[in-house]
């Protein structure tokens, strides 16, 4: 996997991706979880365009560049693919206690 950025603009390029593996950069992205229900098994080459998030501005007049797009618009327009938000059911592992081991004495 490679990502290159100019400006606000990233470029990913990948070479032999799985779909769950593309779905963990995308959590990454979005900082939420993202899971893989496309049944799609095999591997992809992805090249994927999208717009960094810019960071919120005081002033109202500053706009994003006109050639800016957003990583949901950037998966549909140029991979074909959607996020949509899904209640599902998910693994998650909690830590409530930790102690050093061993213990001095």
């Known amino acids: 996997m490679k990502i290159d950025s100019v400006g606000s603009v990233r470029r990913l390029a990948t070479g032999a991706m799985s779909m769950a593996r593309f779905a963990d950069y995308l959590a990454s992205q979005t900082d939420s979880p993202v899971i893989d229900l496309t049944e799609l098994r095999d591997k992809y080459d992805i090249v994927l365009y999208y717009s960094k998030p810019l960071p919120i501005s005081a002033n109202p007049e500053v706009t994003p ?41």
């Open 65 to 105: 560049p006109e050639n800016a797009f957003d990583l949901l618009s950037a998966l549909r327009e140029q991979l074909g693919l959607e996020l949509q938000a899904r209640k599902v059911r998910v693994d998650l592992l909690v830590v409530d206690h930790i102690e050093q081991t061993p213990s001095p004495n």
